[in-house]
């Protein structure tokens, strides 16, 4: 049975750090580009940041660059997103993918809320 599972997300201030962690079973983690997305109350879901299957390259969506980091642990089969100064306009659910070709995973997301 696939899964993705995320963690990490809650309420921070302006300013502030979050690392969210998607841990994953039922597929080979290693064969998958994985990728951060998040949705927003009333807005379409937009890629944040993705990472390839080796690690080699990552792109982020501009309004995250030089902020959010896209990380993996292919041995624990684990994406991490690390969130530095945070801002409102962050707040969404996010939510972690797996994509292969045409097959794509998804977690049930995390809530993060910036605010003071």
């Known amino acids: 049975q696939v899964q993705l599972v995320e963690s990490g997300g809650g309420l921070v201030q302006p300013g502030g750090s979050l690392r969210l962690s998607c841990a994953a079973s039922g597929f080979t983690f290693s064969s998958y580009a994985m990728s951060w997305y998040r949705q927003a109350p009333g807005k379409e879901r937009e890629l944040v940041a993705h990472i390839t299957v080796t690690s080699g390259r990552t792109t982020y969506a501009d309004s995250v660059k030089g902020r959010f980091t896209i990380s993996r642990d292919n041995a624990k089969n684990t994406v991490y997103l690390q969130m530095n100064s945070l801002k409102p306009e962050d707040t969404a659910v996010y939510y972690c993918?797996?994509?292969?070709?045409?097959?794509?995973?998804w977690g049930q997301g995390t809530q993060v809320t910036v605010s003071s």
């Open positions: 993918n797996a994509n292969r070709g045409y097959v794509n995973f």
